[in-house]
């Protein structure tokens, strides 16, 4: 079917595309980039993939900026916790943006109570599961949840289509593809 599910053919390739520059003679024409050029592509990779706007992304960044500890550690884990995130990572989507939707149509409770802001924060202890069986026999999320070649990462944990959040995300996968230290140093300059 072509889905963009982790460790997928079609996710790697996706993951490529997002390195590869733009314009239609790719690197061999262009300057030295800048730092500040390097620093936004990163910026734009992160958004990319979780499909925020510049807004939310600031605001991500804020958050983290005012606790203590690595801001690029705590921007990582406010973007993992979010919901429709969550609900990829669990494989209960095929996409982010169909994770989303899922949300936004209140087709997910959490905690047995019906969520429908895709960028909820949940904590460690919620229980994330469809609101109806109906769900489960829409097309796309039928044959996501008959693929058992699905990775869970290590802090959550998926039993009979019901995710639990165990402990909090680290971001080791994200930290391979986008450099969170530029993305924090664009937004600190």
């Known amino acids: 079917m072509g889905f963009k599910t982790p460790g997928s053919k079609s996710h790697a390739s ?3 595309k997002i390195n590869i520059q733009p314009g239609q003679h790719g690197v061999s024409r262009r300057r030295k980039q800048s730092e500040q050029r390097k620093q936004l592509r990163e910026k734009q990779k992160l958004r990319f993939l979780y499909g925020i706007s510049n807004r939310q992304l600031k605001r991500y960044y804020n958050n983290a900026k005012i606790k203590k500890g690595n801001t690029s550690l705590l921007l990582i ?3 993992e916790k979010r919901l429709d995130n969550v609900i990829y990572r669990l494989g209960l989507s095929p996409t982010k943006g169909s994770a989303r939707q ?3 149509h209140k087709h997910i409770k959490v905690n047995n109570v019906v969520v ?11 229980t994330i599961e469809f609101v109806s069986d109906k769900t489960k026999k829409i097309p796309y999320i039928d044959i996501q949840l008959s693929n058992k070649d699905i990775i869970v990462p290590k802090w959550l944990k998926l039993k009979n289509n019901k995710g639990e959040v165990v ?10 593809e986008v ?8 937004y600190s300059r």
């Open 14 to 16: 996706l993951l490529k």
């Open 77 to 79: 884990k406010y973007l």
């Open 102 to 104: 899922l949300v936004s």
């Open 167 to 176: 402990t909090e995300p680290t971001g080791e996968e994200l930290e391979r």
């Open 116 to 126: 429908n802001s895709p960028s909820y924060q949940v904590k460690i202890g919620d």
């Open 179 to 186: 450099d969170l230290r530029s993305v924090v140093e664009f």
